[in-house]
């Protein structure tokens, strides 16, 4: 959780500063009154943290677990997941053309659609890993990565991603790589599930040859897919 | 003056006519003809030459030319249609005799004939443009006699037995045959090809069918081919003693396919003496034999060097695989070098030196070497032992050949970077003991390995021997420096190593003993005074020390031990008794090497220079040593010491195996990128290939480690992948 102790508090004075929830004040702040309202000079009045978000996903009546959330964070080019600062919300806000908590949750359908997409959907995949990966970090710590992965296949099928998160956990124990992250879409859309049209010779990143090689050796014959469950 | 008048000669034609009695070509022929009977008949001699070439002349010059033509070829056609009975009635070998003699007849008279006709010949017949006389001569004989139904099959037959009869053994009339098959070769047409050639082969090739056969059921293989061998120059001493030269090449042709080309493989499999039994006897002469017939026949060689080969990396897969063979790794390498000398030789006396058998036996050779991953460190520890011992007293000459052949091994490894590191080990050690049997083998490999593998590959060997000599240097000027300071204390000799140069030792520690300390102090001052920036480090683990103990009975011994051991042997001059654990506290040596310590001390026969309680084999924490005041040795100087090249422990192995590996991610690493700068853009399978060749001399990189290095650079962006072809890569500036 991104939120520590000392910014739960910030929060908290704000709140009792405000009175109001600071997600939507902020909100009406853009939408309705100039930008030099004397609140916004408060530090944390540029960022909308994990607390902010919560609320902002009850106003608007989508869970904070929901995919969706992710491709709101990706219109709105969010550099870290649970959290957006006051220029990617605001802009965010503009591009999807919503001025309005209503018009916001009219929306929420149209942004739904946009994972159906296959070019979008790439182009949110890849987005992701930066925003789910930690500030400074290179790669993308492998509990963050299983989570990411999950969300992301329950949206669009792929039938080896338990494999996959399972093989990860049992073999590799390692973060993963911005290459190896983008590669698994490729991956995933590409080769079959059976592996019939693998091919060994194909530039894979090793990580996934090494995934291969541990569905053979666990019984994925090529051309079939037995259902194991554990 | 007036010009003479011009005045026409004529000549006029003669003017006698000369009567053409239509009677008289007629008459001429009669006279012609019977001079042809009386020819044939032997009568020649009363005939007059001249006159009967004044008739023959004249019947041309009278325009009678086509008549005499005719009835010339009448004539002699009848003639020879008698000749042909009295052949053809001729009984079993007269028949040849018959035919010989009569042949012989025809063409003298068929010459006299021709003498006389001599004028038709050059005149009448080309404007005719007809047959020569004689040619016509033989056309006719040809026509008459040879293609007489009732001789034709008779004289093939005849022949072709005789060549039979000669095959079983039997001599024949060579003459007869060699006139008679001139004959055929002199008459026009392909009579001979037809005649006698043809059948000659393909009765010939059924002959040996059979006769193959028969050998090949009851013969080895040596005998098969000695018997191949002898029917093939027979084949060919007959062919120029009675038949065309043109024909050798056919029936060898044929004996090459039948004795040898549709046996081929049983022959060189045959159990019990086919080509691999023939290898391993070192039977030279039927190797010989059976690489020059086989390489009449198409496949021939390439046969016999497939097996060869095949036949030598099982026997090298054998050899690199057995655990026996392997124990000691010297008499490994003996055993591989031997190999390679006995198939040289063979290769050598009885392949003809043949350059794709060499090829073929250098691929083996590096196919199966390459199956052991410990032959880099059995070439060096084979290496070691020579320069060690091996080649004490031997010529130089001796020394070169046999560097020579450690480095065409060496050739053929494809870890060549393992071997470097093993090297590097064993010289160190050599040198560090002074246990080097030739300084100048040992520069003359090195510069051997430089011309093999370009300069890296010795630079640091090369640094090893410098620091050797400088130390040398320094030692001499210490002791000018201090002899008088340090004349009554232990003798030090120190060399000083330059770390990139030697073979990387972790330092451990290891407390010193009060009695060397001060002089090792007065060296690292006196060192550090002339080379100031520098840092030593004593290696305790690779020093020596020379002890004089006096034991519990008077006897004096000099015992030459390692470092380690002098550390805790000079414990005792202190305590009669010493347990482990304060052996460990005092030395602060590693348990692992204080263990073997011990052991080297206490718990060999001969050399138990302590004594332990309890007496088992192994050192366990709670035992107690005691100075072994009954230690007897015959020998004055007792060696404890353990600083020889030995084949390496399974975990030493595996540790070594680990740092080669992290030595070439770097250089995979920088081969990548130097391809990548060159090129830009690349695809995995290229760059792959591309860095396998640069880095071929030192060793074969695994492709999926070169996997896992492209993704590192990725990774650290100095490359990307293509947004469009997943399989290609790009440089990043």
Not at chain 1, 224 to 230: V, Y
Request: hydrophobic share 35%; aromatic share 10%; with cysteine.
């Amino acid at each position: 959780n991104k939120l520590g102790r000392g910014n739960r508090d910030k929060v908290q004075q704000l709140m009792t500063i405000t009175g109001a929830r600071p997600v939507i004040g902020i909100l009406k702040e853009r939408l309705m009154y100039s930008t030099t309202s004397p609140m916004l000079q408060h530090p944390y009045a540029d960022m909308i943290l994990a607390d902010g978000i919560s609320l902002l996903c009850n106003d608007i009546q989508v869970d904070p677990q929901d995919i969706v959330m992710l491709a709101i964070s990706w219109h709105m080019k969010a550099a870290t997941m649970c959290e957006f600062s006051k220029q990617e919300f605001v802009g965010g806000l503009q591009a999807l053309g919503i001025d309005s908590l209503e018009k916001f949750r009219e929306r929420i359908p149209f942004i739904r659609s946009e994972l159906k997409d296959e070019h979008k959907f790439q182009e949110i995949y890849n987005f992701a890993f930066d925003w789910a990966k930690e500030k400074g970090q290179k790669s993308l710590a492998l509990d963050t990565a299983i989570g990411m992965w999950q969300l992301l296949f329950a949206e669009k099928e792929w039938p080896l991603v338990e494999h996959w998160c399972q093989f990860l956990q049992a073999r590799h124990n390692k973060a993963i790589s911005r290459d190896t992250w983008s590669q698994l879409l490729e991956f995933a859309r590409t080769v079959d599930p059976a592996l019939t049209n693998y091919d060994a010779e194909g530039a894979w990143p090793y990580l996934i040859d090494e995934f291969v090689e541990y569905l053979l050796e666990n019984g994925i014959q090529k051309g079939q897919l037995s259902d194991w469950t554990h | 003056m007036s010009a003479p008048k011009k005045r026409n000669f004529q000549i006029e034609a003669f003017k006698h006519r000369v009567v053409v009695d239509p009677k008289y070509a007629e008459k001429t022929w009669k006279i012609l003809e019977h001079a042809i009977h009386e020819i044939y008949n032997h009568n020649a001699s009363g005939l007059s030459f001249e006159e009967l070439y004044r008739n023959a002349y004249n019947m041309v010059l009278h325009k009678y030319g086509e008549k005499l033509y005719a009835g010339l070829v009448m004539t002699m056609t009848s003639h020879l249609k008698e000749i042909a009975k009295s052949i053809e009635a001729a009984q079993g070998a007269l028949f040849l005799e018959e035919l010989n003699r009569k042949w012989t007849e025809h063409n003298k008279a068929l010459q006299m004939i021709r003498d006389i006709l001599m004028y038709m010949d050059r005149t009448f017949i080309p404007s005719a443009h007809k047959t020569p006389v004689h040619e016509l001569g033989l056309n006719l004989w040809r026509d008459n006699i040879i293609h007489s139904s009732k001789i034709q099959t008779r004289l093939q037959d005849t022949l072709l037995e005789l060549v039979q009869r000669e095959r079983t053994g039997e001599v024949i009339n060579r003459g007869l045959m060699r006139n008679i098959i001139k004959m055929l070769m002199d008459l026009c047409g392909s009579v001979y090809q037809e005649n006698f050639e043809k059948p000659f082969l393909e009765v010939s090739a059924d002959f040996y069918r059979r006769e193959s056969q028969q050998f090949i059921e009851c013969c080895d293989c040596g005998d098969y081919l000695k018997k191949a061998e002898k029917r093939l120059n027979e084949e060919i001493e007959r062919v120029s003693q009675y038949m065309d030269v043109k024909s050798e090449g056919k029936i060898t042709n044929v004996v090459e396919k039948e004795l040898i080309e549709s046996h081929m493989h049983r022959l060189v499999h045959m159990d019990n003496s086919g080509l691999v039994n023939m290898l391993v006897d070192d039977k030279y002469d039927d190797l010989g034999r059976m690489y020059s017939l086989f390489c009449r026949v198409p496949d021939g060689l390439p046969l016999i060097r497939d097996v060869m080969t095949s036949h030598i990396r099982e026997i090298g897969k054998q050899l690199v695989t057995d655990p026996e063979k392997l124990k000691d790794p010297v008499d490994f390498v003996q055993r591989l070098l031997d190999e390679k000398d006995k198939h040289d030789k063979i290769i050598s006396l009885a392949f003809n030196n043949d350059k794709t058998f060499q090829n073929a036996l250098n691929s083996s050779f590096e196919y199966f070497i390459n199956l052991n991953p410990r032959s880099p460190e059995f070439i060096s520890l084979f290496v070691d032992d020579k320069l060690r011992k091996g080649l004490k007293g031997v010529s130089e000459e001796d020394v070169e050949l046999v560097l020579d052949k450690v480095m065409m091994l060496f050739r053929y490894l494809q870890e060549k970077d393992v071997f470097e590191k093993y090297y590097k080990q064993h010289l160190a050690k050599r040198l560090l003991s002074g246990k080097t049997v030739s300084d100048d083998a040992e520069r003359s490999l090195i510069v051997k390995l430089k011309t093999e593998c370009g300069y890296q590959f010795t630079s640091k060997l090369e640094g090893m021997f410098t620091d050797m000599k400088t130390s040398q240097d320094t030692m001499q000027g210490f002791y000018a420096a201090m002899g008088a300071d340090i004349a009554d204390g232990p003798t030090l000799t120190v060399q000083v190593l330059t770390t990139g140069s030697w073979p990387t030792q972790s330092s451990s520690t290891c407390n010193l003993p009060p009695e060397i300390l001060g002089v090792c102090e007065k060296f690292r001052t006196y060192y550090l005074g002339t080379h100031t920036g520098r840092r030593l480090s004593w290696q305790t683990n690779m020093g020596t020390a020379d002890l004089k103990a006096t034991f519990g009975k008077g006897q004096k011994h000099e015992l030459n031990v390692s470092t380690y051991q002098m550390c805790i042997l000079m414990l005792f001059n202190n305590a009669d008794g010493l347990s482990y654990r304060e052996i460990e506290q005092a030395t602060e040596i590693p348990a692992a090497d204080l263990k073997r310590c011990l052991q080297s001390l206490a718990c060999v026969r001969g050399k138990n220079v302590l004594r332990k309680e309890p007496m088992s084999k192994d050192i366990a924490e709670d035992d107690a040593f005691f100075f072994n005041d009954n230690f007897q040795s015959k020998f004055y100087k007792v060696k404890i010491g353990t600083v020889v090249a030995q084949k390496e422990s399974e975990p030493e192995k595996q540790e070594t195996r680990q740092r080669v590996e992290e030595d070439r991610k770097p250089q995979i690493e920088a081969a990548i990128v130097r391809i990548m700068k060159a090129r830009r853009v690349l695809d995995h399978n290229n760059i792959v290939a591309e860095v396998t060749k640069q880095l071929q001399s030192r060793f074969l990189p695994n492709p999926v480690v070169i996997k896992k290095r492209i993704e590192s650079l990725i990774e650290r962006e100095f490359l990307e992948r293509d947004k469009v072809d997943r399989k290609l890569y790009r440089y990043l500036a």
